[in-house]
């Protein structure tokens, strides 16, 4: 048997969307049951002590608008920002680049010198900032 499938670079927050079916479920063996019937998930539930201090109940199904608002915008469901959002990496790249300019014939061992180097200066100037 052989399995196609499609890859795509980046993040997708919709792709839970398209899993879910949103059916009653009636008990723990349903949720398996309707996975496998229905072709899709049951709708996720909030849990633990991070959803009750963001103001989430404990087994509230989980909505779109706070789903958004945490994984895309990383917010709280209320709109309070919650740190920033993750370095992509464009920093250390960018050093890296700098750095390979001015020794364009670096052999591989000193490059990947040059990308730990570079990886460190990020941090550096991350920690450094006031």
Avoid at 91 to 117: G, M, W
């Amino acid at each position: 048997m052989a399995v196609i499938a499609t890859l795509s670079k980046g993040y997708d927050l919709d792709y839970i969307w398209r899993q879910v079916v949103r059916g009653a479920v009636k008990d723990a063996a349903s949720y398996y049951i309707q996975a496998s019937e229905s072709g899709g998930e049951p709708p996720g539930r909030w849990w633990g002590p991070g959803a009750k201090a963001l103001g989430l109940e404990p087994g509230q199904v989980v909505e779109r608008k706070p789903y958004d608002l945490l994984f895309g915008e990383r917010k709280a469901p209320d709109g309070t920002p919650l740190g920033k959002p993750p370095d992509s990496g464009r920093k250390s790249a960018d050093i890296y680049a700098k750095l390979l300019a001015a020794e364009p014939h670096a052999t591989a061992e000193r490059k990947r010198e040059l990308r730990l180097e570079a990886t460190a200066r990020r941090g550096k100037a991350r920690c450094s900032s006031t």
